[in-house]
């Protein structure tokens, strides 16, 4: 079975930076876009950031704007997430997510990683 496997959590002060990573299993899984997730206790899962691997589009949700990097290499199935100038409301469990094609769900998904930024 493929597994995605993120890493590169841990704790942070506001204003610091964190680089996640994420892998899959299998050298021949593939994917049509991999992106990341976060989710906070007592919050629903939120989209951060994705990368489509065809035309190499990026999107970001509009609270990391300006602020993250999505970069990736679909011939590794790796994935990153650069984090710069972290605050604490970006604290949460952050996930990486994949499909195989761009009509699918995200249906493919890590364990996750903490993120944890302190003031």
């Known amino acids: 079975q493929v597994q995605l496997v993120e890493s590169g959590g841990g704790l942070v002060q506001a204003g610091g930076s964190l680089r996640l990573s994420c892998a899959a299993s299998?050298?021949?899984?593939?994917?049509?876009?991999m992106g990341w997730f976060r989710q906070a206790p007592g919050k629903d899962r939120e989209f951060v950031s994705s990368?489509?691997?065809?035309?190499?589009?990026?999107y970001y949700a509009d609270s990391v704007k300006g602020r993250f990097t999505i970069a990736g290499d679909n011939a590794q199935n790796t994935v990153y997430l650069q984090m710069n100038s972290l605050k604490p409301e970006d604290t949460a469990v952050y996930y990486c997510?994949?499909?195989?094609?761009?009509?699918?769900?995200?249906?493919?998904w890590g364990q996750g990683t903490q993120v944890t930024v302190s003031s």
């Open positions: 299998g050298r021949t899984f593939s994917s049509a876009a």
């Open positions: 997510a994949a499909r195989k094609l761009m009509t699918n769900p995200y249906n493919y």
């Open positions: 990368i489509t691997w065809s035309n190499s589009n990026t």
